[in-house]
C-alpha cells in the first residue's frame, strides 16, 4: 500500500471507526477455503452509522471495496486485495421479531444461529441452510439453497446501503433471486432481511433438520477447507456427476485436489494457491465440456489479484 493511503487509512480509523481494523491482512485466515493473499485493510463495521462513514470515506479517497462474510463462498487470489474488504461478521447481528412468524435478521447472523432461534420458536423456513457455513448476508446475495428450497422463499426483502451510504430496501421481486445468484446491485451492502416463516412445531422443524444433516453424510466427510459446491448444477443435471463421469475425481494441481467423495467440491491439502484452484477448475470446465458439451459456470466468486 502507498504511504500516501496507507496515512489516509490512518487518520480515518483513528479518528472515526468504532470497530476494529487490520491491515495487511491474510485472506486465507478469512475464508473457508484458507486461500488468498493479504487484503490492504480489513474493516468490522459495528453498525450502520460506522458503515456509513466508512463507504463515504472510500468513495470520497477512491477507494475500492470489497464486502466480505463468512468467506464461505469465495475464492482470493494469490496477490490479495487492494482497498477495504467491509467484514459484516462483526456487526449486524441482531434479531428483532415483528411478529410471531417474522423477523428482521441482521447480515452478520450466522445460518446456523438462526436455524437453533427458528427450532427453539417452532417455525419452518430455513431448515435447508442448517449445515451450510454462511452468514444471512452472503446467503441473501448467493441467493443459497438446499434439497429444492433456497433463500428467495424466507426473504420478504433487504435493507442495504450503497456506495454513497444511503439507506435503501428491496422487495423480495427487485432482489432478482436465481440460482445461486441475485440482482442485487454490485456494491450495495446488505444489512437486514426481513423474514416470514411458517408456523410448524419445534420437534418437526428440529426432525427436518436431523434428515438435510443426513443427506449431507457423504460431504461431512470432507475434512480439509473447501469452498463447498464449486460450479453450479447445470439445468437437469449435478456438476458433481458430470466431474466424476469426466473421471476427474482425484485430479491434483499443487496442493489443491478435487475431492475424492465429492467431485463438486475442491480441497486445500494445506499451502494450496489460488491458482492451482483456478487451474483445477479450468481443467474441470474443458474436460467436462469436451465430454459432455456442457459448460460448467463457477457458484464461488473468484476476487482479488494474481
Ligand atoms: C462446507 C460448505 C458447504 C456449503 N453448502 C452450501 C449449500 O448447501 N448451499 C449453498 O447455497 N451454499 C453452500 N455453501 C456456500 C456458502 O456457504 C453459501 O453461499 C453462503 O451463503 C455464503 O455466505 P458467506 O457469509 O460465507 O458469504 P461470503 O462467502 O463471505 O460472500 C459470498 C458473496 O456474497 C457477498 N456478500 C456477503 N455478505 C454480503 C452482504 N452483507 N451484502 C452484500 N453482499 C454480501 C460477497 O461479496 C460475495 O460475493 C457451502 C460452503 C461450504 C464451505
Not at 460506522?50 to 464461505?72: C, M, N, P, R
Not at 434428515?211 to 459446491?229: C, L, M, Q, Y
Not at 492451482?276 to 466468486?301: C, F, H, S, W
Request: charged letters at 25%; hydrophobic letters at 40%; one cysteine or more.
Amino acid at each position: 500500500m502507498a504511504g500516501g493511503k496507507s496515512e489516509q487509512y490512518s487518520l480515518f480509523f483513528i479518528r472515526r471507526f468504532k470497530g476494529k481494523v487490520l491491515f495487511n491482512v491474510p485472506m486465507k485466515d478469512y475464508t473457508s477455503f484458507k486461500i488468498g493473499g493479504p487484503a490492504d485493510v480489513m474493516a468490522f463495521p459495528k453498525d450502520e452509522g460506522d458503515l456509513k462513514d466508512l463507504v463515504t470515506f472510500a468513495e470520497a479517497k477512491h477507494f475500492q471495496y470489497y464486502i466480505l462474510s463468512a468467506g464461505t463462498n469465495i475464492l482470493v487470489r494469490d496477490a490479495g486485495m487492494r482497498g477495504i474488504v467491509i467484514n459484516m461478521t462483526e456487526g449486524f447481528k441482531d434479531i428483532t421479531w415483528t411478529e410471531e412468524s417474522k423477523a428482521v435478521v441482521g447480515a452478520g447472523v450466522r445460518l446456523a444461529e438462526l436455524c437453533v432461534e427458528c427450532r427453539e420458536r417452532g417455525l419452518s423456513g430455513v431448515e435447508f441452510s442448517a449445515n451450510i457455513p454462511g452468514t444471512v448476508g452472503g446467503a441473501v446475495l448467493m441467493n443459497a439453497g438446499a434439497y429444492g428450497s433456497e433463500m428467495k422463499e424466507v426473504v420478504d426483502g433487504v435493507e442495504f446501503m450503497d456506495a454513497k451510504g444511503r439507506k435503501g430496501f428491496l422487495s423480495n421481486k427487485e432482489i432478482g433471486f436465481k440460482y445461486r445468484s441475485t440482482a442485487i446491485p454490485k456494491g450495495a451492502i446488505i444489512t437486514r432481511a426481513h423474514m416470514s416463516f411458517v408456523k410448524s412445531t419445534p420437534d418437526s422443524v428440529g426432525a427436518r433438520m436431523n434428515d438435510f444433516r443426513e443427506k449431507r453424510k457423504a460431504t461431512s466427510k470432507i475434512t480439509h477447507p473447501n469452498a463447498g459446491s464449486i460450479f453450479k448444477n447445470p439445468a437437469g443435471k449435478f456438476a458433481g456427476v458430470l466431474i466424476d463421469e469426466a473421471g476427474l475425481k482425484g485430479e491434483q494441481i499443487g496442493k489443491a485436489k478435487i475431492s475424492e467423495i465429492h467431485g463438486n467440491y475442491i480441497v486445500n491439502l494445506g499451502g494450496a494457491k489460488a491458482k492451482d484452484v483456478l487451474q483445477l477448475m479450468a481443467l474441470v470446465r474443458d474436460n467436462v465440456y469436451g465430454t459432455t458439451g456442457v459448460t460448467l459456470e463457477p457458484e464461488i466468486k473468484v476476487v482479488g489479484e494474481d
